[in-house]
Nanobody
Framework: VQLVESGGGSVPPGGSLRLSCAAS???????????MGWFRQAPGKEREGVAS???????TYADSVKGRFTISRDNAEDTLYLQMNSLKPEDTAMYYC??????????????????WGQGTQVTVSS
């Protein structure tokens, strides 16, 4: 399984970015349990869940990003997206895409995910 993120960058507060995560080497099917999520880690802080989507369509957001971030998935392209609007300096972090192969994934718990991308840096600064 390979996950490749892209779309990070540097924007001023209030700006927007769209992250992408291209997945390969895994067969996605509504018959099997899986979850994909976006996580972030700032220097000196623990990795935290941002948003996730499961095979049954369940979407979960961290309280800190509700109303600003939108997770989506292109099933035909096996690509996960994170649209980030109204960005704040506290959103600055390395953002990671992850895939979990379990029916019991806790949506925003990093330990429940099996595969990780290399990360893409998001910096929000004036």
């Amino acid at each position: 399984v390979q996950l490749v993120e892209s779309g990070g960058g540097s924007v001023p507060p209030g700006g927007s970015l769209r992250l992408s995560c291209a997945a390969s080497g895994y067969t996605f099917s509504s018959r099997y349990c899986w979850g994909m999520g976006w996580f972030r880690q700032a220097p000196g802080k623990e990795r935290e869940g941002v948003a996730s989507i499961k095979n049954d369509g369940t979407i979960t957001y961290a309280d800190s990003v509700k109303g600003r971030f939108t997770i989506s998935r292109d099933n035909a392209e096996d690509t996960l997206y994170l649209q980030m609007n109204s960005l704040k300096p506290e959103d600055t972090a390395m953002y990671y895409c992850a895939l979990g192969r379990s029916c019991w994934i806790s949506a925003l718990s990093p330990g429940d995910y099996n595969y990780w991308g290399q990360g893409t840096q998001v910096t929000v600064s004036s």
